[in-house]
């Protein structure tokens, strides 16, 4: 088997000059499948569960700088962006996050819903592989995993070295109504919402900042419901080592039609305008000091 340098499977850039504390992650916009596709279930569309444009609402696509339809990220902000799609392996997932009926080689799976590391369905049901993956091919993406994971760590170090903290935003959208895989089939969701474990990834006022950015836009916001953070925030969210990490879910009808996949230019450059303020925002936050243990 043949499969694409871990590497090339994200796009990370990390400047020379470290002059934020910011980094930022977007690990499911990605929908390349390249080398990977003869496990996929060939009937299915990978955008159905992908978020679609969120690396053009923060700046960060491979488009031409350009394109009219989208800002630029500062050079200045350490960014990792996944190329791949989650059906390839998902970013967010600890590459253990496996069911049997996915790796059945697998020593120890620890996922009952097929919705993990390793997708067997997407969030409709409908099926995500056309077969189960060899531990070889499981290994092969865990490699795609630790290489995104080094890169992003690799960035917050240096962040925190020069200021002594650094602030991890992981970049997602949602559909705007809970699908039959998710916990909150057919409810219509808040417009953002923002994840901190719960209050344990970051420090109470960059939460609170993130929160008020969006209400102030006059966005509803709810707190960790329906998401709480995924992998990457728990992973790297450690405030009391300096390390402050939320995710931040947007809903997709807010800048595309869920449907056809196209974007909504007017709510596009409207939301994509307040992420660049809010990342501006966080480029010069400065979090509070931590209680010990949190």
Partial sequence: MHFPAPTSTF???????????????VPHAGVEIAGFEDALDPEMDVRCDADLMVDRLYGVSERPPGDPAVHRLSPAIPFVVARYSRFVCDMNRH?????ARAVPEHPAPANADGRGFIWTVTTTGSPALRRPLALAEWEARRQMHAAYYAALGTALE????????????????????????????????????????????CAPELSAL???????????????DPYRGGFITSHHGRPAEGIHAIQIELRRDLYMDEGSFVPREEGFRQLARHLAALVTRLSTFVPGPQAPGM
Avoid: C, W
């Fill in 11 to 25: 796009r990370s850039h990390v400047p020379a000059e470290v002059t934020t504390p910011l980094v930022l992650s």
């Fill in 95 to 99: 590459p253990d996050d496996v069911s």
């Fill in 158 to 201: 240096r962040a925190r070295a020069r200021f002594g903290y650094a602030i991890l935003v992981d970049g997602h959208s949602m559909p705007s109504v809970g699908r039959q895989g998710h916990k909150d089939p057919a409810r219509e969701r808040a417009a953002v919402v923002p994840g901190d474990r719960d209050g344990t990834s």
């Fill in 210 to 224: 993130v929160g008020a950015h969006f209400e102030a836009a006059s966005y509803k916001v709810t707190f960790n």
